[in-house]
């Protein structure tokens, strides 16, 4: 029978903003709690805001042993000093072996900050995590130079061992309305004065939703050859639930907006699903997808680059592939 | 305005190699550039300047080399510059070179009113150095920001963050971390490279300069440690379909379903 110990034990920060956030929070339970097994540890949630009960029965249900709420109207707003001040508090207090969070914006804002008080180490944007056997410590797999070598990083020597976690990279476990768990409010402590006033927030419209989130990207190469095919991977992102990357050339041809490019000077995305049309797989361009779980591409010659790193390749001409796809899924979505 | 902008050597091409012993890139051979945050944060720096007057401090932590990053900033109109450099900075990770940069801006005098950094680096990409530095010099942070205005004793900024449009109001002196879209980044004005490198002065600062310990810089201040590097798994290539249109939009429908992006069409068993 495990004891119930907040000390020494995996805690992830519990980010609730946005769906997406959630989402994160979800998988990172899940992953802290298979780790939690294997170093026979507990696996707790942390979560800060002015009325976060809800959350915290989220987190029981999706398999946290603890939760440790901290409520206040102080913190309401996701504000890096104050996090700061009440987590490093509680870090320090109930000295946890691992802390981890989602790689959001606020993540890893506020990530760096609490590591730096805590004067220990953090590894960033992680895309994998284990446990490695004779010394118990975490290995922290993180991409650098654009997804094109990864680093393999522990902390071994302080306490606790930080990570923010790539969005998307685990599986979250089912909701459990039956999972039973505790729920605990330890004393919050002073707050900090707020330096950085919100003035204004709002939320983003559908368009400048991050591409480095979506689930699907359909991007699409000069070769597509006018702005209107280019146009047509709109609806088929769309059509996926997805949205739109491109290539350099096509986004100088203005088919799409420079937010849109991929690649080495432009964005990296690592969705479910890439389907790239009309491009030939220019390394600067390839760095930016490879992280993909599944790449589809369409292109009409089959000595095409990009076919080495495709997991299916369709060699046909946009021009009638493309319209002929949008058929098939206007009828079935 | 007093700016310190705090700016990265990192290498110009994807052809990184390693070594594989000491477990660290090997930038010789491989040409480097300023980070490209870290240009559009000096941009930032002069443009502010130009309105409110003041002066622009660039900052580097890095070897010798790194000289020439410094050159090519006071180039574009930089009024100072601080080459940190010392063969124990080596192998710092985010903890100690945010150790270092934070005590050079506190040796810089008068202390500035507001230091940029890029958001990442195209090299490393943790992001962390910024809000490191703050939080060492117990300065207030913005991440990733996109709009600078002046409000007198204040900076109101804008930035996106999750999803939302945020636009916050800071007190100086503080830290931001600038990101894509701010400020365009202009050619270099013909011969400016070659005057920086023959009027202006780089001045050099290492570890006794900072009076700072062996144990708190470069790899022995580190917490981290990168214990291997590897390559992703090279992603062999699938299925490779050749046919008639209908065949392959076939193929493509398929797989949407076996990745359970498509439901399953019903008549088929
Ligand atoms: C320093 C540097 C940085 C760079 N950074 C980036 C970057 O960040 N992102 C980026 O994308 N590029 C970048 N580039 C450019 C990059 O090297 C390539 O030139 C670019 O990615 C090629 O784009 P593309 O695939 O659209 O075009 P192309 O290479 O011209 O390929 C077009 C492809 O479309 C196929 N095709 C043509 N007609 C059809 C049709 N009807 N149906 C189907 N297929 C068709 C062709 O067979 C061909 O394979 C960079 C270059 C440099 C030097
Ligand atoms: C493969 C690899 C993986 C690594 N993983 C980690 C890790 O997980 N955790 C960790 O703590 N360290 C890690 N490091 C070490 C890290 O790269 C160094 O600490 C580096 O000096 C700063 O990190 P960065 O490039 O990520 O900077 P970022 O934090 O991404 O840089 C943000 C901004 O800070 C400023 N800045 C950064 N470095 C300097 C500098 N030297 N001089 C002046 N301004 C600067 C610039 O304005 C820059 O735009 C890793 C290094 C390698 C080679």
Known sequence: MKKNRLSDSIWVFGDYRNYFQNRVTLQLIAKGKELAKELDKQLIAVVLGDQVHQYAMEYVAHGADVVVAGEDPGLMEYQVDTYTAVLARWVEAFKPQILLAGATSFGREFFPRLAKRLHTGLSADCVALDVEKDTGLLVQTTPSFGGELLAEVVTPDHKPQMATVHPGIFRELPHDPDAFGCIIYPEIGPLPEIRVKRMRTRPQQTHDIRLEDAAVVVAGGIGLGSKELFGMLSELADLLGGDVGATRPAVYAGWAEEERLLGQTGKNVRPKLLISVGTSGALQYTTGIQGAETIIAINRDPNAPFFKIADLGLVGDAVTVLPLLLDALRKRV | ?269
């Open chain 2, 1 to 269: 305005m007093e700016i310190v902008v705090c700016i990265k050597q990192v290498p110009d091409v994807p052809t990184v190699r390693m070594d594989r012993e000491r477990m660290t890139i090997i930038r010789e051979g491989v040409e480097s550039v300023i980070n490209p945050l870290d240009y559009i944060a000096l941009e930032a720096a002069l443009e502010l300047r130009q309105k409110a007057g003041g002066h622009v401090c660039i900052i580097t932590m890095g070897p010798v080399q790194s000289e020439v990053a410094l050159r090519e900033a006071l180039a574009v109109g930089a009024d100072q510059a601080i080459l940190l450099t010392d063969p124990d900075f080596a192998g710092a990770d985010t903890l100690a070179t945010s150790h270092v940069l934070a005590r050079a801006i506190q040796k810089i005098e008068p202390f500035p009113d507001l230091i940029l950094c890029g958001m990442q680096t195209t090299d490393s990409d943790t992001g962390h150095v910024g809000p490191q530095i703050a939080e060492e010099l117990g300065l207030p942070q913005v991440c990733g920001v996109n709009e600078i205005h002046r409000e007198g004793k204040f900076l109101v900024v804008k930035r996106l963050s999750d999803g939302f449009v945020d636009t916050v109001k800071v007190t100086l002196p503080t830290l931001l971390t600038v990101t894509k879209g701010l400020c365009p980044v202009r050619d270099l004005p013909l011969g400016a490279l070659e005057a920086a490198f023959s009027t202006k002065d780089v001045l050099e600062w290492n570890m006794t300069d900072l009076d700072l310990k062996k144990e708190e810089v470069g790899f022995a201040g580190s917490a981290t440690q990168v214990r291997r590097l590897r390559t992703p798994p090279p992603r062999g290539s699938g299925d490779i379909i050749e046919g008639p249109p209908d065949v392959l939009v076939g193929h493509l429908l398929r797989r949407l379903e076996a990745l359970s992006i498509l439901d399953e069409e019903d008549e088929k068993k």
